[in-house]
């Protein structure tokens, strides 16, 4: 019985992504189970390795079978349900199940070094009709006891930290110690939970009742709660009319049905009021998963999931794995978001997770967005997902009005500030009303490039092709590609002329603009360089709440779901940063970004007020934000993607080679090319440089593949794992990124 293990180990080469049979030694025979860490002897080495079967016989030879060295930790870190999830990653994506659990499971909890956080209390164990009896007896002999069960004949039913006690009567601690001698007092260890609780005691809010749009959206995901059929939802609903609400009140019903849920945010640190409300709502029930956590945190956070402790999970990206006990409903906010798509191995994109384990079992998957992508919004439009929609804001509040500002003209009429005259009026405005504003700029830094006027020369970075852009307060050139710094040079160094000088804007530049123009407002800014620090956005986030901020200057972190009634102004300085990327998304994400902030206004009594500045006033995806028409953009954008074979008419691939050095980079692409030429690919486009070509010192060289079925590609992501990269023995990275959402 229970003789052999399947494992996987965490050695992370292609060559070694398969399982692997190990002879369980006799005093873990009772002990293991699937899904838990093992240490397995492997060549010279001691990965740690999880169980992925446990079975009778093996293929391999007696004399040629190993045996498990040892337990990491006697917890099953997943089951056998979940293993089918982390294989069809592994497959659809072409990346190492290896690398799919450890996204799964985290670091923090499988390595078996981080404890559980306990606190040490103490509390009255001598009945209280004694009490006077023992004050009496330590009266004169022991006057820092005396004063400790003085304490408790004062407040019999406390438990309090040892710590505190101490403090606050100002004795020593062995005076605790010889109570608790003597049987008068006693310690108490609990296991508490690492994250901070100032959520957590907001006064309990009762779900408000749904308006007849939120009530039609709540029955019909509700009626088809119990089935056995995973369906997939996209609800529709423009900023502020009530998606969060739905969200909460279709959690309501899980928990009623003795269910778990799981919601996904794009980043939860910059969303600490939606998370505010949804504690308001369900207090302790909630556990949180973000990037943001120290280890310890995020152990308590999976262990409470794990343990049935919590049924609700509030998480960014990797919290689609989260091991919720009897998962009933999945929910994504903010579909359309960048963030759901991992940038690093392995590639995946977690709302196709999400549709995936929703499948496996057999619950219903909402997606939620006021700017669908454009690949969900077509999967609607053609029945594979069933469309439903929050049409108008609540309480019928407008949308508000969009003007926008041409800049060519602003520059004719002789006004050479990067605000527009309209721009400065209404922030004036704003001002004089007592009402806060917010300024989008999707750049960090002071400038966007160092350039010499004399030879044109642009100043980069020495590890990646990419211009550094100018940081003021530091006043450093930086790479925002790889953190490289450089002295902002006097001379140019290519041919030493002293007209060199830095272009375009960033936030810092804005922040100090505005500064310049209302010295009596209160601005503040909210980008990357801002909010390195933990609890940093929460800081800004709360000031404005209170109104301590007249002015936000932000990049896209400004334009995610807040809801703050007194903003009545959104100046979005330049839509062009994202226009002209080379990237058949640009115009979608544009689109997305520039409805998102101007969905930051108009919220409480005031209408609000948007304005859009812009070299490019006639792109369609300026003029739908202008219009807040989903529907003319959409329909202007499928018929590109449909001329152009882009998603989702076509299913790509991204392959980039890389490599320090360029030559090993373009040998490798075209070894590859040689491989890929003959496959069922629509087209194949490459092998070429990438846009980028080279970051942090290595060459990068791309090819991208086409598909028009899906199935094909299937196929080729197979063949590509088991055959090419199998064989391959090369230092070269081969990055395969399937659905690529940039093509940088
Ligand atoms: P969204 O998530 O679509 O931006 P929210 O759920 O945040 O929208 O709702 C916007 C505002 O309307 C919030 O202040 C919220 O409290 C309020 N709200 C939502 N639903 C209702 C309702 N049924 N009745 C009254 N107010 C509501
Ligand atoms: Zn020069
Ligand atoms: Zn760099």
Redesign the pocket.
Known sequence: MNKYAEVAVDVPVTKFDKVYDYKIPADMKDKLQIGMAVRVPFGKLKPSSFVLNIKETTKVQEDKIKTIDSFISEEKFFEKKDLHLYRWVSDYYCTLLINVIKAAVPTAVYRGNIKKKTVKKVYLKAPEDEIKMILNKLKNRAPSQYKVMKYFQEHPNTKLRVRDLVGNLEVYRGAVDSLVDKNFLDFETNVIRRIADRDFDSQLVED????PS?KKVLNKINKGFLDKKSVTYLLH??????????YMQLIRNVLENKKGAILLVPEISLTPLMVKRFYSRFKGKIAVLHSALSSGERYDEWRRIKKGDAQIVIGARSAIFAPVKNLGLIIIDEEHENSYKQSTHPYYHAREVAKKRAEINNIDLVLGS?TPSLESYYKAKTGVYQYLS?PV???NKEMPPVKIINMTEELKKGNPSIFSMYLQNNLQKTLKNDEQAILFLNRRGYSNFVLCRSCGQVIKCDECDISMTYHQNRDKLICHYCGNTKDMPKYCPNCSSKYIKDFGIGTERIEKEVNKLFPEAVVSRMDYDTTTKKGAHRKILNKLENNEIDILVGTQMVAK?H?YPNISLVGVVTADTIINLPDFRSAERTFQLLTQVA?RTG?GKKVGNVVIQTYNPDHYSVLAAKEHDYQYFFKKEIRLRKALNYPPFIHLIKITTVHQNKNKAEKAARKLYNYLKDCKAKKIIGPSPAPIERIRGEYRVQILLKFAIIEERKKLLVDLKEGFLKKLSTNVKYNIDVDPISML
């Open positions: 408000l009742t749904p308006t939120q609903g423009v900023t502020g009319s009530g998606k969060t609400e739905v006021a929050l804001r609540i309480e779901g809801d969905g919220r």
